[in-house]
């Protein structure tokens, strides 16, 4: 007989495969549920059993969702949401409840973290969490062990030894299917992900951050270099971290590339970073290390919008200068652009398409704006009167569209939605298709050919991005 299930977790797809027009979404194929696999792998490690069942990798129907939480047959249901996701999750649990009535639903995620009424409302589910999810799922579990009743929303706070968690345990996904959607299964190929830190101090408006992730704690070098190395028959030496600013702890980063030079790793990594926490020091070592990509959040390319109205508090010339030194190094640096924002005028959206070209990056990626709940871009669409106060909710019902497509995006006042999307899509052609970006692209692979494997999904997604304007897998 098999083990029982305590907890079968899964993250709410972004649609169910029997829907209209099914398009499988990015990140569900080519980014393990890592948040998911930390708290599974942690109550496996307190003698508890839980599972992953990957609903959008599997590309499964509603249906055969309900037929394979059937077979399994576990205590408790847990579905991570995030706010595209809303609809699925909430069919789904509907669905457990109606069909397997003696199974527990439960929900934690992002959105559950932002919408404290959201299980109120939707009484499908048994429970909620909110917070990190690793602790209070034990403690949530001992309750049941006793048989106590379980049901409204629990805090579970912050986990303040980020150590004192066994790493994700890769067993419990197939992490071989995982990578490019364009890529056919068994060819495709992903970078298995590292946190090295839990939190961010900074207040982006267009963040929807949690209250735990105002606690920054940082992991080990060693315990960092530790999973690496645990995890490297796997990961053909190939990783990303997914830290909202790495190198927000310079001297940990570079005890962590010291570490990796002496054990001798040969890794192929990338990192989203800030501008001003990157200095030559820093990234010779990141290079030597095995950093082969940097990802900078600039948002726009006008100071007052990015300083002011988003509250990202870096310079132009800080920015400028992070992209120069990445290139001195040799590692490939990446910015994120965005277009609507409050007070954002023509001349700002102008400055923001014409960035890439001023700044000189190799790689740009510049999309719309969404007001999602939780930030306070949120709250001030609901203000100016661009989106309802009850969006979520009207989004849940269908009202709006059949997926996150049709989630309203920010449009300053005097322009349009129309305007936005030809302004991004010349963004995307004029870079792409310029001298500029050729030659340096020529450039790079000359002083290292051996990356342009790594470009193969860029090569895929060209002629949509130049057509469309968009890439192929994303949701904005």
Request: glycine share 6%; net charge positive; charged share 25%.
């Amino acid at each position: 007989m098999n083990e029982k299930t305590d907890v079968l977790f899964m993250s709410a797809p972004i649609q169910f495969k029997d829907v209209e027009n099914f398009v499988p979404v990015g990140d569900e194929i080519s980014i393990p549920p890592i948040g998911i696999m930390y708290i599974a792998s942690y109550l496996n490690s307190k003698g508890y059993k839980c599972k992953i069942l990957e609903i959008g990798l599997r590309k499964m129907s509603l249906k055969e969702t309900i037929d394979n939480i059937r077979a399994i047959n576990p205590r408790v249901v847990g579905i991570s949401i995030l706010t595209p996701s809303l609809i699925t999750a909430v069919q789904l649990a509907k669905e457990i409840k109606k069909s397997l009535p003696n199974i527990i639903v439960s929900c934690g995620g992002i959105h559950v973290c932002v919408d404290p009424t959201f299980i109120q409302r939707y009484p499908y589910f048994d429970f909620g969490v909110k917070g990190e999810g690793e602790l209070i799922m034990e403690e949530i579990l001992q309750k049941l062990d006793n048989g106590e009743k379980i049901s409204g929303l629990y805090d579970g706070g912050y986990v303040k030894d980020l150590e004192s968690l066994p790493f994700p345990d890769y067993n419990l996904i197939d992490f071989k299917v995982y990578g490019n959607p364009n890529d056919k299964v068994g060819k495709r190929h992903a970078t298995v992900s590292i946190m090295t830190s839990r939190g961010c101090p900074f207040k982006c408006s267009f963040c929807c951050k949690p209250e735990s992730r105002k606690y920054i704690r940082f992991r080990s070098a060693k315990n960092i270099a530790d999973e690496i190395e645990k995890n490297y028959q796997i990961s053909n030496g190939d990783y990303q971290f997914l830290d909202d600013a790495m190198t927000l702890n310079k001297k940990n980063v570079i005890d962590l590339c010291k570490e990796i030079i002496r054990r001798k790793l040969k890794l192929s990594w990338m990192a989203m970073i800030r501008a001003d926490n990157l200095d030559l020091e820093l990234a010779l070592l990141m290079k030597k290390s095995g950093c082969r990509e940097i990802f900078i959040g600039v948002e726009s390319g006008d100071p007052r919008i990015r300083n002011e109205v988003i509250k990202k508090k870096v310079s132009d010339e800080t920015i400028f200068e992070a992209i120069k030194i990445a290139r001195i190094v040799g590692i490939r640096s990446n910015i994120f652009l965005m277009l609507g924002f409050p007070t954002e005028g023509v001349e700002e959206i102008e400055k923001t398409i014409n960035y890439c070209f001023i700044s000189k990056v190799d790689i740009m990626g510049i999309h719309l704006t969404i007001p999602f709940p939780g930030s306070e871009l949120y709250e001030q669409a609901i203000k100016d009167g661009i989106i309802p106060s009850n969006l979520i909710d009207l989004y849940i019902s269908g009202e709006l569209g059949k997926n996150f497509s049709a989630w309203p995006k920010y449009v300053p006042k005097g322009m349009t939605l129309e305007y936005l999307e030809n302004a991004r899509a010349r963004a995307l052609r004029r870079y792409y298709l310029s001298f500029a970006f050729i030659s340096r692209l020529m450039f790079y692979y000359i002083r290292f050919p051996n990356r342009i494997k790594y470009d193969k999904t860029n090569f895929q997604n060209a002629l949509a991005i130049l057509c469309s304007g968009k890439s192929v897998v994303q949701l904005s």
